[in-house]
């Protein structure tokens, strides 16, 4: 799954930096989403969890891609390969963007989101009032039970209104258990039943083993089967009561009961010899498997999961479920790719243990050589296509030969459809023509996105197309009218990055482009033409801006809100104390005349007022393979805060009242922290400590504040310098 070494250089410098300004981590004034830690910046988002904006992904990526990679999260390689085995008939082509992180849009995908697209589940009831007690034990299973009454032939209604009743405090019973109510046969042998289940809720073993064990010949055939199977259930966790720590985590199998899981052990078998075909057969054959972990024979455990890799429908929910089991029970544990290697026939768990292990050591080493992985050849003898999938993938994030990534995935584009083994060989073969800027790349996408599925694989393939052409530095082909990058996330991504003001003008007029797309048009537009310093171009741009346009949205998850908030550069807030006109009308002024201190000061109120200090759009990574990466076509540098104040204050003939405002708004600019709120967003730790005024630069803004304009309202209102 995660990967614990991700960022380390990142992170390392996070803590130094940290080291070196206690005051201003504790206080929270430097977040994530400030030093751009992330892969990329999204706004003022937090970029925990940021996709890496390119198809490469050496390191664990918290976002997912439709190609089998190390940077994936294993869960994600094990479903696609299981897919890749077993094609799906019924992939879905229109699922709705990742609903776990509205950012990853079409193009990636969260473990969570992976499964909500191919099965999604049922809407959860709203759930209960604080004041209503719930009986957590009690909610898993109850479906069945009540199903169960309802097919029991002979039970009154009064009775399964009682039972079910009953079955909600399961687990948490006080003692109370109606049965006076209850009188019937069957009656009374679910209500056995539930007292049973009550004591195993509880871990009450003997009582409910010899509940159970009564329920077996039970005339109702679902009592007598679920006793038959629950002392499975009882026995594994008798086994692994004492096997866990204070914090829930398996201490090992030598911890674990032997006795017990030879009773578990024993159930199991007792239980399939009676029912076959049994209602929860395929759970005791799961647990077989449980029995074999917490016994700590991973050889055979190993061996199991081979075969149910080879053999699970990759359209099936339980392939999600194995990909779960494998990652938690294998992949996870340190010694994992070592007792899969130690296996001889094992090339799937091998194949991605292996791409795991390409993933960068903590000195950016691949962590798999290439002698070791030419020494498995012969493991995967009947999988060579997956075999030179991981050669390629070696050679691309070992910075190897792309030349012999075209000899090892032939190109094989022009497909109907993609399995996700071949989707992942030919993307590869992609970046390898990127990397030696052949000129035929771009064709080669888009021969690719004829027979990629609309979810996950498509997007990807646009943006292979559409980093081409940004390096091509023809980004009006990318939004020309019969441009095949028809992906909204990806297009946002370029709207705000690399999209001329021409061609954003033309988007946020575009009707038959999404509202959200249009509305990132606008913005951003507007943004760069206030930020770069052309203020004629934004008093006439302002235009585009519909009367409705949303000013609530804010400017803390711009990636990830519904609404973008466009409507600030017309309703948004001009002035709180300082007398301003609408922003508007500052443009104009500043159009005239760009160095109108008053015009600058109002400038800078509204970034304040409206949350823009330490927002950002879409910052790509330096790469040129990276989406979003090049020139915007703006001139100018975008103008910060304290920018406008630095400037103003060395104005010696600024008048009074202005130049006491922008000592007074200087000083605030790092009020209460200390650190400078007012400089913009930066990337890096050396950025922000490059911001910082001199602390006797700041006590001697305030004293001439105060010994140089006393009357000003802002002298007598400022206390203290930070």
């Known amino acids: 799954m995660t990967d614990t070494k991700r960022s380390i250089p990142q992170l390392r410098n996070l803590v130094g930096w940290m080291r070196k300004h ?10 994530l989403s400030t030093l751009g830690a992330g892969t990329a910046l999204w706004a003022c988002a937090d970029s925990s969890c940021a996709p890496g904006w390119q198809l490469a992904a050496a390191d664990y990526d918290c976002a997912g891609r439709a190609m089998i990679s190390p ?48 099965w999604p589940q049922p809407e959860q009831a709203e759930q209960a009032r604080y004041d209503e007690q719930i009986c957590e034990p009690a909610l898993n299973g109850t479906p069945a039970f009540v199903a169960a009454l309802g097919a029991e032939r002979g039970l009154p209604a009064a009775e399964r209104s009682a039972l079910v009743a009953l079955r909600a405090q399961t687990g948490c019973n006080e003692g109370s258990w109606n049965e006076a109510a209850i009188t019937s046969t069957p009656g009374r042998e679910y209500l056995a039943y539930l007292k049973a289940a009550d004591a195993f809720h509880k871990n009450e073993w003997a009582g409910a083993s010899q509940g159970f064990s009564a329920l077996t010949r039970a005339k109702s055939p679902w009592v007598a089967e679920t006793a038959g199977y629950m002392p499975i259930r009882i026995g594994l966790r008798m086994a692994i009561a004492n096997a866990v720590d204070e914090w829930g985590d398996f201490e090992g199998a030598t911890k674990a009961d032997k006795a017990s899981l030879a009773m578990a052990s024993g159930a199991i078998d007792d239980y399939l010899k009676a029912y076959p075909k049994g209602l929860y057969a395929a759970s005791a054959e799961g647990l077989k498997r449980r029995v074999t972990w917490l016994s700590g024979d991973m050889a055979t455990l190993v061996r199991r999961y081979e075969t149910l890799l080879a053999n699970t429908p990759g359209s099936s929910e339980a392939a999600a479920d194995l990909a779960e089991e494998i990652d938690n029970k294998l992949l996870e544990r340190e010694d994992g790719a070592a007792l899969i290697a130690a296996q001889s026939n094992t090339p799937l768990l091998l194949a991605v243990a292996d791409l795991k292990q390409m993933r960068p050591t903590g000195d950016d080493a691949n962590g798999l050589s290439a002698s070791d992985l030419a020494a498995q050849k012969g493991v995967f003898g009947r999988h060579a296509e997956l075999y030179g999938l991981l050669e390629a993938s070696h050679a691309i994030y070992g910075g190897g030969d792309a030349k012999a990534v075209l000899a090892l995935l032939p190109d094989a584009a022009r497909q109907p459809r993609f399995t996700p083994l071949a989707f992942s060989r030919q993307t590869l073969r992609g970046m390898a023509l990127g990397k030696l800027h052949d000129p035929n790349e771009a064709g080669f996408w888009r021969e690719l996105l004829a027979g990629a599925n609309p979810l996950y694989q498509r997007p990807l393939a646009e943006m292979g197309l559409a980093v081409r052409w940004q390096r091509d530095r023809r980004i009006d082909q990318i939004f020309a009218p019969t441009s095949p990058i028809g992906d909204p996330t990806i297009r946002e991504v370029l709207l705000q990055t690399v999209a001329s003001p021409a061609i954003l003008r033309t988007s946020a007029a575009n009707a038959a482009r999404p509202a959200h797309e249009r509305d990132v048009a606008r913005f951003t537009l507007l943004y760069k033409e206030l930020t770069r310093g052309a203020y004629a171009d934004f008093a006439r741009d302002v235009a585009l801006v519909p009367a409705n346009a949303n000013v609530d949205g804010g400017l803390w998850d711009f990636a990830r809100q519904e609404a973008v908030p466009a409507g600030l550069f017309h309703k948004g807030r001009w002035s709180d104390g300082f007398p301003c006109p609408a ?28 949350g823009f200090d330490s927002f950002s759009l879409f910052t790509p990574d330096d790469n040129e393979m990276a989406l979003g990466n090049g020139p915007d076509g703006f001139s100018g540098k975008a103008l910060s805060r304290g920018a406008i104040y630095d400037a103003i204050i060395a104005n010696k003939a600024a008048a009074a009242e202005l130049r006491a405002y922008a000592l007074y708004r200087a000083v605030m600019c790092y009020a209460p922290s200390g650190y400078n709120g007012c400089s913009g967003p930066a990337r890096t730790m050396e950025e922000i400590d490059a911001a910082q005024a001199p602390q006797s630069t700041r006590k001697a803004w305030f004293t001439e504040l105060k010994q140089r304009y006393p009357d000003s309202r802002w002298a007598k209102s400022l206390r203290y310098y930070w």
Not at 77 to 106: C, E, T, Y
Not at 593 to 599: E, G, I, L, Q, V
Request: some cysteine; charged content about 20%.
């Open 22 to 31: 206690p005051l201003l981590a504790v206080t929270g004034a430097v977040t």
């Open 71 to 118: 940077g994936n999260d294993t869960r994600i390689n094990l479903v696609l390969l299981m897919q890749s085995l077993h094609p799906m008939p019924d992939a879905p082509a229109n699922g709705k963007p990742d609903p776990w992180d509205r950012q990853f849009g079409k193009t990636f995908m969260s473990w969570g989101g992976l499964r909500e697209a191919y």
């Open 583 to 610: 922003i508007a009308e500052t443009a104009t002024t500043l159009a005239r005349s760009p160095d109108d201190s008053r015009a600058r000061l109002c400038l800078g109120d509204f970034y304040r007022l409206n």
